[in-house]
């Protein structure tokens, strides 16, 4: 992979949306913590975006980040209040608070840069000074929000101070992203079928010749993920579909159906009970999360043993759930994903996981590349946990049986009124929460079911769907008289942010 952007993150709530900006733009991207680069290879950077920081950032470590380890010749963009560390890097500038004394700041030392005044009306080639891109080649931009656009010859560094990206309808605007993309003179896109040739060569040049095993859920990121190394290696994967009790109603039997003619070879292992013995006792989300990825790598560990020269797991990891896995500067962690660590110690195999850099959308795009059925390719996201967070407090067998037959009404009623296709998640959620009712003249006390349903791009950002009423009439009768247990449904309206998409 090469032309590769990579973005620092301060813990701006928008880093991720910038990163899907650049996508969108077909820019190849990274998102590193300020204070975790790891072991970058430079010679595939063309450069590097600093995000906002944020007014909680801890001003002992805004320092943290290597700056010795950029090359002075890497183009470096920063946004808002990242021009703290502009001011920092350049002795000559003087800063102390941006709102107040930026004029004085820029006044200081006028030589280095031009800003210019009338910017709203003035193409970005008017805009930016002294830089060595052809200004013919540079696009017009003209933002109500935008504040100021300074370039930094010495130190070869734009600084961008305008809004960028409040949600996710915003980050199909590409102007913000082709800025960067003329002025880093990034030439090479990121396609889908040059992501599919690179990855096929990756996953070869990483197993070699030993096998790689995988769990095959039905789900998106898992089929994706499975055709791909499949392609690559072939005969070398072997899929397992694992029935943990907690998939959809009669999920293991579409799973097996679906896949019959993909030429993956695939075992099924029931686990059930096993899966129900875990959890007995357990409500916290967390360790619900840790235990159902630890078993699952546990199975794996048994599967392998049966298997000669097995030195590899499969997973359809993807990059949002490295990014909510992370916690910036302190801060807590939005969740824990079954895939991404949180692992057994006793884990023998090498994590292969093709699509680990991947949002949602661009996996879907390349499934459709390699051909993949639309049935599988456009499915719902489903949560690698599956029920065992859409059971809220400790899970049980009945209370899985409970929301199977209700989340089944759910799905089966959005296919019949045209709606799931103008859904991008629905999920139904059995809360620890029992109220009185009444069914056939008899008095109940019972759960309460609460259906989501969200439109999204990638899953990190989400806004709740308005479901006509008459569909939400229908499905709480339906559900309320057919499935015994639920005597009370509820209507999620939470966008996400604040509220996750899944409730736990």
């Given at each position: ?57 801890s ?20 946004i ?29 030392k ?25 200004a ?118 579409k ?25 007995k ?22 599967e ?23 916690a ?7 969740k ?30 390349i499934?459709?590349?390699l ?38 009404i759910?799905?089966?009623l ?37 259906i ?26 339906k ?26």
């Amino acid at each position: 992979m090469t032309d590769k952007v990579i973005i620092i993150d301060f813990g701006a709530v928008n880093t991720q949306l910038i990163a899907r900006a650049l996508r969108n733009a077909q820019i190849y991207c990274e998102i590193y913590p300020y204070n975790n680069q790891g072991d970058l290879d430079w010679s595939e950077i063309k450069a590097v975006v600093f995000s906002a920081i944020p007014e909680q950032f801890s001003d002992k470590n805004r320092g943290a980040f290597s700056w010795n380890s950029i090359p002075e010749n890497i183009v470096k963009f920063y946004i808002g209040s990242s021009f703290q560390l502009v001011a920092e890097k350049s002795k000559n500038l003087k800063y102390q608070n941006l709102k107040n004394e930026i004029e004085q700041a820029l006044i200081l030392k006028t030589e280095e840069f031009t800003l210019c005044s009338d910017w709203k009306k003035a193409p970005l080639a008017q805009l930016v000074k002294n830089n060595t891109t052809d200004a013919q080649t540079l696009i017009s931009y003209e933002d109500e929000s935008t504040d100021a656009l300074s370039y930094f010859p010495e130190l070869q560094a734009y600084w961008f101070n305008f809004a960028l990206y409040a949600n996710e309808i915003e980050v199909q605007d590409t102007c913000f992203a082709r800025m960067i993309k003329n002025l880093a003179k990034i030439e090479e896109e990121f396609t889908a079928e040059k992501f599919i040739a690179n990855a096929i060569d990756a996953i070869r040049k990483q197993v070699g010749s030993k096998k790689v095993i995988m769990a095959i859920s039905g789900g998106v990121d898992s089929t994706v993920a499975a055709h791909l190394i499949h392609k690559a290696i072939g005969n070398q994967l072997y899929c397992f579909f694992v029935d943990t009790g907690l998939m959809r109603k009669n999920e293991g039997e579409k799973v097996l159906k679906n896949y019959q003619n993909s030429g993956l070879n695939i075992n099924a292992i029931a686990a059930s009970s096993r899966y129900f013995e875990a959890l007995k006792g357990i409500s916290s989300p967390e360790e619900k999360r840790k235990i159902i990825g630890g078993l699952f790598i546990e199975l794996f560990q048994e599967e392998a043993d049966k298997v000669a020269d097995v030195a590899f797991l499969g997973q359809g990891t993807i990059y949002p759930d490295i990014i909510e896995s992370l916690a910036i500067d302190g801060s807590a962690k939005i969740k824990s994903h079954h895939n991404v660590g949180g692992l057994p110690d006793f884990m023998k195999l090498e994590l292969v996981e093709p699509l680990k850099y991947l949002f949602k959308d661009e996996v879907r795009n390349i499934g459709r590349a390699l051909g993949i059925a639309p049935n599988l390719v456009d499915r719902h996201p489903f949560p690698g946990p599956g029920l065992g967070i859409r059971i809220l407090g400790e899970v049980t067998e009945k209370k899985a049986k409970i929301l199977q037959e209700a989340d089944a009404i759910f799905i089966e009623l959005l296919e019949e009124w045209g709606l799931y296709q103008k859904v991008w998640q629905a999920a139904a959620i059995l809360l620890p929460v029992q109220s009185v009712g009444s069914k056939d003249g008899k008095r109940t006390y019972e759960y309460t079911l609460a259906i989501r349903a969200v439109n999204s791009i990638d899953g990190m950002t989400a806004e709740w769907i308005h479901l006509p009423y008459e569909f939400l009439n229908a499905l709480s009768e339906k559900i309320i008289h057919e499935v015994e247990g639920i005597n009370r449904v509820v209507y999620d309206i939470s966008n996400k942010p604040p509220a996750t998409i899944e409730w736990e």
